[in-house]
């Protein structure tokens, strides 16, 4: 089947520019999660949604950042006012209720 | 806060040789441990896990990885690697809690396989 699909696969903007980020998770997956992965690092949580609520946001950065989904599928990341080191590859899985989580390809965010 | 450590920014194996990308890990609850391998300009993809039970678990692509309670660790393993294995590697950790209610990952750093011919 299907699986977790996110666009766009590459997105290039200016600072202080507004970016949304969007994440199709696997068909029936409960569980959304988002991760930002720096160059030369690890993937760092970000956000995890069960269902259409935000249950653990403690991994979102700064206000700047928000998530939503709002039914219960498709997840849409939003940057406000970008910087620099916004940069990075926005990595977003899904899983059914406690089994591993399934990855897509990202989203390579640049901001100049 | 749980944690964990990639050891090694690099392995070099050759083709046939057995590997070992090393990994620990440092929780306060019940750890689950995952490795996964990401492949250039591709998501990760889910290799193994351990939750419970056997210590060996066996995983994809002929890939194994042993559970060590008393030492934290949870090494990836292959008895004859290839050539096409040749990838980052990424071991994970979630903490489950004493409420079995955690649900992030927390990554290690990374670890580069190259397998020569």
């Known amino acids: 089947g299907a699986g977790v699909s996110q666009t766009p696969s590459n997105k290039v903007t200016e600072k202080g520019k507004y970016v949304e980020l969007r994440c199709d998770p696997i068909?029936?997956?409960?569980?959304l999660y988002w991760y930002r992965q720096s160059l030369g690092q690890g993937p760092e949580f970000l956000i995890y949604f069960q269902g259409t609520g935000a249950a653990d946001d403690s991994g979102l950065p700064n206000d700047r950042f928000f998530a939503v989904r709002p039914e219960g599928s498709v997840s849409t990341l939003k940057i406000q006012r970008t910087e620099r080191g916004d940069s990075a590859v926005y990595l977003c899985?899904?899983?059914?209720?406690?089994?591993?989580?399934?990855f897509g390809p990202g989203t390579r965010l640049t901001v100049t | 806060a749980q944690s964990v450590a990639q050891p090694e920014d690099q392995v070099n194996v050759a083709e046939g040789n057995p590997l070992t990308v090393k990994c620990t890990y440092s929780?306060?609850?019940?750890?689950?441990l995952f490795w996964y391998v990401q492949y250039p300009n591709r998501g990760l993809q889910f290799l193994l896990k351990y939750i419970t039970g056997d210590n060996l678990v066996k995983g994809s692509y002929g890939f194994e990885a042993e559970f060590n309670k008393s030492q934290t660790s949870f090494h990836l393993k292959k008895p004859s690697a290839l050539v096409s294995d040749s990838a980052l590697y990424f071991c994970?950790?979630?903490?489950?809690?004493?409420?079995?209610?955690?649900?992030?990952?927390?990554f290690g750093g990374g670890t580069r396989l190259m397998v020569k011919p």
């Open positions: 899985a899904s899983s059914s209720r406690g089994r591993e989580q399934y």
């Open positions: 994970a950790v979630r903490d489950i809690g004493v409420d079995n209610a955690g649900n992030m990952l927390t």
């Open positions: 068909s029936g997956h409960t569980a």
């Open positions: 929780v306060s609850g019940n750890p689950y």
